[in-house]
């Protein structure tokens, strides 16, 4: 089944940049998606395919792609972006498949 | 606006069959290119997609459960339900329901999620 790889956890102090990875085998050939899960809440969607922000999300978050890693930035982090984020992709055989999650820590 | 929300029971015993309904607003699944999933998180765990119906009544599942899931949509009602059967402690999870604006699309608006605890 396909896999997508992200790391468990990232720090960075308030203003700073957060980046955060996924990889998995091909992924320049599939869309990624990004969404951003607070305590207790449904799942947001943050960046749709690779690069693209829902309307009126904030500019801070930006996502793009290379050398077979997606990645999602936050830049001028803030409290409120403290978080889980998943990455996604759709893969023919396994259907729908997210990324382990990362927890993004606000220090 | 759109709008999900997920319904069931709360508790369910092992080898029992669970049935979630997903009942939304805002959209209809009748137009084309719409779909819904469901997409369930364990506790502490990442999320994992489940199923998903789309606007032509095709269905897709994930391949490890495919065994156990049915999906199926009732138009008039604005309904999706999935069915999993012999449910195991494993299968305990807050379930949601999400819109696709197309296969192979993003979630962009997501239910609150039900949460199903598998437990004698």
């Known amino acids: 089944s396909y896999e997508l790889t992200q790391p468990p956890s990232v720090s960075v102090a308030p203003g700073q940049t957060a980046r955060i990875a996924c990889g998995g085998d091909g992924l320049e050939r599939k869309s990624v998606f990004w969404y951003q899960q607070k305590p207790g809440q449904a799942p947001l969607l943050v960046i749709f395919?690779?690069?693209d922000r829902p309307s009126g999300f904030p500019e801070r978050f930006s996502g793009s792609y290379s050398d077979n890693t997606a990645t999602l930035t936050i830049t001028g982090v803030e409290v409120g972006d403290e978080a889980d984020y998943y990455c996604h992709v759709w893969d023919n055989r396994s259907g729908g498949v997210f990324g382990g999650g990362t927890r993004v820590t606000v220090l | 606006q759109v709008t999900l929300r997920e319904s069931g029971p709360a508790l369910v015993k092992p080898a029992q069959t669970l049935t979630l309904t997903c009942s939304f607003s805002?959209?209809?699944?009748?137009?084309?290119?719409?779909?819904v999933s469901w997409i369930r998180q364990p506790p502490g765990k990442a999320l994992e997609w489940l199923a998903l119906?789309?606007?032509?009544?095709?269905?897709y599942f994930t391949p490890s459960l495919r065994a156990r899931l049915t999906i199926s949509k009732d138009t008039s009602r604005n309904q999706v339900l999935l069915t999993m059967t012999d449910m195991d402690p494993m299968d305990t999870a807050t379930y949601f329901c999400a819109r696709g604006l197309g296969y192979k699309d993003a979630f962009d608006v997501w239910g609150q999620g039900t949460t199903v605890t598998v437990s004698t």
């Open positions: 395919y690779d690069k």
């Open positions: 805002g959209f209809s699944l009748n137009t084309g290119g719409m779909c």
């Open positions: 119906i789309d606007w032509s009544d095709e269905k």
